[in-house]
């Protein structure tokens, strides 16, 4: 069977649905960070949280028939009114706050649009085993159980007067708040901002692909119009609620920080510190391209490297812009030129935005830990607006939504 051709928004859109949002007492203790942040501790101290915590959902347990449970668990629940649907279709406005934190955004389905029409723009490429993965979880429960993250410029004012359905407390000291926007006057001024708008997808790669794979496979089945035909996400203004874009650092077990500081002074100037607050702070201080290593024999600052072998290493089919970036010098230039390696999962690990963790980590095997600064936002956007995509692990934004607060299933939708 041909697979039909697939709709093509004219603009972004944000399409109402029925939510479906926990009845307990302690909303909070339902809830959990991004399925892909979560490590298998973590799961055991959500679940001593609440048994019906929604992580049963989003990475359940077991074999071959994970997934299966996930679908059995979420169908109790309905059943049970563990998870309770609302009367009405609404967009939500769903707020953060605690200490440092103040974002808030509209969660709904979101109009899928190819990447082609610079409606909703990756900044990263995917992998198939994590698209694969969320395939599996959202064909088999029919369900969006949480939602991606996108960032936006010049969005309506979201101030909310009324008694906000959920108003919980996590344990990180950040509340989250949610209201339910029902009026349909209301929701079409929403849809009147955001039409001509282009997204950044800050967080959810993978989920957006499988958004759109699942849509493809629902449409070549002979399904038609449908629920695959959006997804679940927070879209948040950046000029209102400027996003928190941090660094995330690399590990390379086995690598000696002698012998990596060592080979770095053949392109680079090498600068030697005692501690990292030291290199942290010449790290600030020093132009791009530039990378604080550290493990268990102190700190090296790598800076003003070699132009003729910099330009040699960048990879003439991409933008000057993408060349420039930290992460694309990391990855082109400093593991497989200067140490002679790939920039892959085998050989590298990742630490988000803890650089005392990465260096512990280096200590712990024996290798050395590059501290990076964050991207600026514009500079991803840039990027993703040209079509291009940044290297792997080169962007964290923040604050991410909790999962848990409301949930979207295609029968109820």
Partial sequence: MATPELPVPDGLVLRPFRGVRFAVDDPAKVTSPPYDLISDSDVDELLELHPDNVVRLILPSGSDRRYDQARDTLQEWLAKGVLVPDDTPGLYVYEQSG???????????????????????????????????????????????????????????????????????????????????TDPDAIANINAHLHGKQALIADGHHRYATYRELQRRERAAGRGDGPWDFGLALLVDSDAYPPDLKAIHRVIPGLALSEAAARAKGAWQVHDFDSLPAGLEALDAAAEPAFLLGGEDGFHLMADPDPLQLAHAMPAEHSDRWNALNTAVLAEFVLPKVWGMQDDEHSVRIVHHDAAAAVRLAVETQGTAVILRALAVGEVLAVAAEGERVPRKSTSFGPKPRTGLVLRTFDID
């Fill in 99 to 181: 200490p440092g934190v103040l974002q808030r955004g509209l969660i709904g389905d979101v109009g899928l649009a190819d990447p082609s029409q610079g409606i909703v723009l990756p900044h990263e490429n995917v992998m198939p085993g994590p698209v694969a993965d969320r395939l599996a979880l959202m064909s088999t429960t029919q369900a969006n159980l949480e939602p991606i993250f996108l960032l936006y410029s010049g969005g309506p004012d979201l101030s909310m007067t009324d008694e906000p359905l959920v108003d919980t407390q996590t344990s990180d000291g950040v509340r989250h708040r949610l209201w339910a926007v």
